[in-house]
Every structure is written in structure tokens, then in C-alpha cells.
């Protein structure tokens, strides 16, 4: 398991080159929470918010 790390610098590498630019990197956490707290609130460990908070949230 020791040797298994893959240095990015050695080989191309997709996903560290998407990842390496911040506004891509913010676009994949923010998917990434907002299927998370989908999921969790599908299997009832997140309380689905009311309506009316859930639009107060949105800009």
C-alpha cells in the first residue's frame, strides 16, 4: 500500500488538471454536497426543510 501513491507530476493526470483549477474545484464540491444532503435526506438523516425555507435559501 506504501508504493501505491501516484505522483501527479510524473503522468497526466485528468482529473488533478480539472481539480487544479479553483472555479471547476468549487463546481464539484458544490454538486458533490448538493447530491450528499439529497441523499441523506431521501434516507431520513437530514430533516427536508419546509418550503418556505428552502426558498428563502435560494439567491
Do not use: C, H, Y
Not at 2 to 25: F, H, M, V, W, Y
Amino acid at each position: 500500500m506504501g508504493n501505491d501513491s501516484i505522483d501527479i507530476n510524473q503522468q497526466p493526470n485528468p482529473i488533478a488538471e480539472k481539480l487544479r483549477d479553483t472555479a471547476t474545484l468549487e463546481k464539484f464540491v458544490k454538486q458533490a454536497v448538493f447530491e450528499a444532503v439529497d441523499r441523506a435526506q431521501r434516507l431520513g438523516f437530514l430533516p427536508i426543510p419546509p418550503q418556505s425555507e428552502t426558498e428563502k435559501r435560494s439567491p
